[in-house]
């Protein structure tokens, strides 16, 4: 087997394989991105570049959560790109799985991987273990997640909160763990996959508390794996249409659920309106979503091949801004900020008799 590549080494494929595909990427999107970052000189491409082509198909990459998706389209890219990829997913007889197998080559592998089965996270490692050998794994990408639906804290079950914390946040946990000895083989790249919703942001309690709970951990990973030369990246996207939101019958499941598990002083003052006004909010999330996933591509794909890969990264329309308001502003302002932002028309019942109280006095 080929000994793993350095930092260097693994950009030097990327280009090299970028002069073989040209179709595959927007070259100009990327030049000051990689090449100020790397390259500087004629003599360094001809140094790095040219020899690489022995080490294609010996980079190794996994990624959690490839059903759809994000975790759908970076398998799908990075695989174009000439990477050898190890696709976790949910359900390997699924259509995700199935259009995976068909539209890429011959070295990308499916995983059956649900993250919260500590079983099939152990096979899973087993499998990718027996083909990397002492090669090592670059990169793993925690992936996986789920939205739940969005509402009030105080209407979400502990069911939904539960489930968020176990998928977005331990899932991620037991797969960095049971990967991590495979990761320092080659001294690569742990990128964790956390949200702009990892900061306070309402209706979203249950993922918010999850994906801020990913974003804290990959901070701590970043301080200790650094001696082992592990590099550790959290990517923080903005709204993207990725699916996480779930159909629509599925949002009617849920909010019957809802509404049928709420002690009664909660119903009678939130008001049943109210709670089937949350399927109009769940209607228009896709509206201020973008379906480009370039962006988040190109994070990924930085955090993974750079010399020096960001600790952070908030790609797409405005993650960054909703960050800085949130660290550098005062809670006031952001709570204000959010509040106009995030605005909805509807009030609970309660709300709207005491409103309409005060203005007949």
């Given at each position: 087997?080929p000994?793993?590549?350095s930092?260097?080494?693994?950009?030097?494929?990327?280009?090299?394989?970028m002069?073989?595909?040209?179709?595959?990427?927007?070259l100009?999107?990327?030049?000051?991105?990689?090449?100020?970052?790397?390259?500087?000189?004629?003599?360094?491409?001809?140094?790095?570049?040219?020899?690489?082509?022995?080490?294609?198909?010996?980079?190794?990459?996994m990624?959690?959560?490839?059903?759809?998706?994000?975790?759908h389209?970076l398998?799908k890219?990075?695989?174009?790109?000439?990477?050898?990829?190890?696709?976790g997913?949910?359900?390997e007889?699924g259509?995700g799985?199935e259009?995976?197998?068909?539209?890429?080559?011959q070295?990308?592998?499916?995983?059956?991987?649900?993250?919260t089965?500590?079983?099939?996270?152990k096979?899973?490692?087993?499998?990718?273990?027996?083909?990397?050998?002492n090669?090592?794994?670059?990169?793993?990408?925690?992936?996986?997640?789920?939205?739940?639906?969005?509402?009030?804290?105080?209407l979400?079950?502990?069911?939904?909160?539960?489930?968020?914390?176990?998928?977005?946040?331990?899932?991620?946990?037991?797969?960095?763990?049971?990967?991590?000895?495979?990761?320092?083989?080659?001294?690569?790249?742990?990128?964790?996959?956390?949200?702009?919703?990892g900061?306070?942001?309402?209706?979203?309690?249950?993922?918010?508390?999850?994906?801020?709970?990913?974003?804290?951990?990959?901070?701590?990973?970043?301080q200790?794996?650094?001696?082992?030369?592990?590099?550790?990246?959290?990517?923080?996207p903005?709204?993207?249409?990725?699916?996480?939101?779930?159909?629509?019958?599925?949002?009617?499941?849920q909010?019957?659920?809802?509404?049928?598990?709420?002690?009664?002083?909660?119903?009678?003052?939130y008001?049943?309106?109210?709670?089937?006004?949350?399927?109009?909010?769940?209607?228009?999330?896709?509206?201020?979503?973008?379906?480009?996933?370039?962006?988040?591509?190109?994070?990924?794909?930085?955090?993974?091949?750079?010399?020096?890969?960001?600790?952070?990264?908030?790609?797409?329309k405005?993650?960054?801004?909703?960050?800085?308001?949130?660290?550098?502003?005062?809670?006031?302002?952001?709570?204000?900020?959010?509040?106009?932002?995030?605005?909805?028309?509807?009030?609970?019942?309660?709300?709207?008799?005491?409103?309409?109280e005060?203005k007949?006095?």
């Amino acid at each position: 087997m080929p000994s793993a590549l350095s930092p260097e080494d693994m950009v030097c494929q990327f280009l090299w394989n970028m002069l073989l595909r040209p179709s595959v990427l927007n070259l100009s999107s990327y030049c000051h991105m990689y090449f100020s970052d790397f390259i500087s000189t004629a003599f360094w491409l001809h140094l790095y570049i040219l020899p690489i082509c022995a080490h294609f198909s010996s980079v190794f990459l996994m990624f959690s959560g490839s059903d759809t998706g994000i975790g759908h389209a970076l398998a799908k890219y990075l695989d174009s790109l000439g990477f050898v990829v190890f696709a976790g997913v949910l359900n390997e007889n699924g259509p995700g799985a199935e259009e995976l197998r068909r539209t890429c080559s011959q070295r990308l592998s499916l995983l059956q991987l649900d993250i919260t089965n500590a079983t099939q996270v152990k096979e899973a490692y087993l499998k990718v273990s027996e083909k990397v050998q002492n090669t090592g794994l670059w990169g793993v990408v925690n992936n996986a997640g789920i939205l739940g639906i969005p509402a009030d804290a105080e209407l979400l079950p502990m069911r939904t909160y539960r489930q968020c914390m176990e998928v977005n946040f331990f899932g991620a946990v037991e797969v960095s763990k049971i990967f991590l000895p495979l990761l320092r083989k080659s001294r690569g790249r742990l990128v964790n996959m956390s949200s702009m919703a990892g900061i306070p942001l309402p209706r979203y309690a249950a993922y918010s508390a999850s994906k801020a709970a990913l974003s804290m951990f990959s901070g701590v990973m970043r301080q200790e794996l650094s001696k082992w030369g592990i590099k550790v990246a959290a990517i923080h996207p903005s709204g993207f249409r990725t699916g996480i939101e779930g159909t629509s019958d599925q949002w009617d499941k849920q909010i019957k659920e809802l509404m049928e598990n709420l002690p009664a002083a909660t119903r009678q003052d939130y008001g049943e309106d109210y709670l089937l006004g949350l399927k109009s909010y769940l209607l228009h999330i896709p509206a201020y979503c973008s379906a480009d996933l370039s962006p988040v591509l190109s994070a990924a794909l930085h955090a993974l091949l750079a010399k020096k890969p960001h600790g952070l990264y908030t790609p797409g329309k405005g993650a960054y801004m909703y960050l800085c308001i949130f660290c550098y502003f005062p809670l006031w302002f952001y709570d204000f900020f959010i509040s106009k932002m995030m605005s909805t028309e509807s009030l609970p019942r309660a709300l709207r008799t005491s409103e309409a109280e005060s203005k007949n006095l």
